[in-house]
């Protein structure tokens, strides 16, 4: 079974603080993506990798950035969190070439 | 105008019932097209493929109008575990693997 682990299931935060969420997969997929999905806004992309130190933003990568070190962590970084950051964030890993997507199982993340 | 989109219900149906929903979406070159589903506090999971000539798994249908640019699916005799919210995905096309999604629809199925 493809397993996708985040670092944290709740996490609070104060404004301005930086961030790291951290993603883990262990079935050698070479896409990742992080997520953040909001009430009634669903499930928006924020950046994507297809490769290690490969990245593209998706379509909110503001006031976020992202490093891939190893093929197989991917990591999200708020510089400076914002209230408006408050959400739920999920991470995702394909193979290349395929479209499924596995999910790791969410961080929600409260900024104060 | 949102390129994926579907009606957020909820659909609110009593077991046994079928239920169908929708998602259109905007993009007349998106190539593919999968349902995925995401319990309550649940990462989504995929639930199927959308083929061009429809497919079925179990009491599952899907189905793809191009013409009209929509999806659908059909669950048929509807269990209380079916309550969840169902994703639409949408690839575009060239090659791209980055989707995009719809807002999900939620079905709660009563007894």
């Known amino acids: 079974d493809v397993k996708v682990t985040q670092s944290s299931r709740y996490l609070v935060k104060r404004t301005g603080e930086k961030v790291f969420l951290e993603c883990v997969q262990d079935?050698?997929?070479?896409?990742m993506f992080w997520y953040r999905q909001d009430p009634g806004l669903g499930l928006r992309l924020i950046y994507f990798s297809y490769d290690v130190k490969m990245k593209e933003k998706g379509d909110i990568p503001e006031g976020y950035s992202v490093s891939r070190e190893k093929k197989e962590r991917f990591s999200l970084i708020l510089e400076s969190a914002s209230t408006n950051q408050t959400s739920m964030y999920l991470c995702a890993s394909a193979r290349a070439g395929f479209y499924e997507q596995y999910f790791g199982p969410g961080t929600r993340l409260t900024v104060t | 105008r949102k390129e994926v989109e579907q009606d957020p219900g909820p659909f609110n149906v009593p077991e046994g019932a079928t239920v169908a929903f929708n998602c259109t979406y905007s993009?007349?070159?998106?190539?593919?097209f999968f349902w995925y589903r995401q319990d309550c506090r649940k990462e989504p999971k995929l639930l199927m493929s959308?083929?061009?000539s429809g497919n079925e798994d179990g009491r599952f249908t899907a189905q793809l109008n191009r013409a009209s640019q929509y999806i659908s699916l059909l669950i048929r005799d509807s269990k209380l575990s079916d309550s969840a919210t169902y994703l639409c995905v949408v690839f575009a096309s060239g090659g791209s693997y980055i989707p995009t999604f719809g807002r999900g629809t939620s079905l709660i199925v009563h007894p």
């Open positions: 993009n007349s070159a998106s190539q593919s």
């Open positions: 959308v083929y061009s």
């Open positions: 079935m050698d997929h070479e896409n």
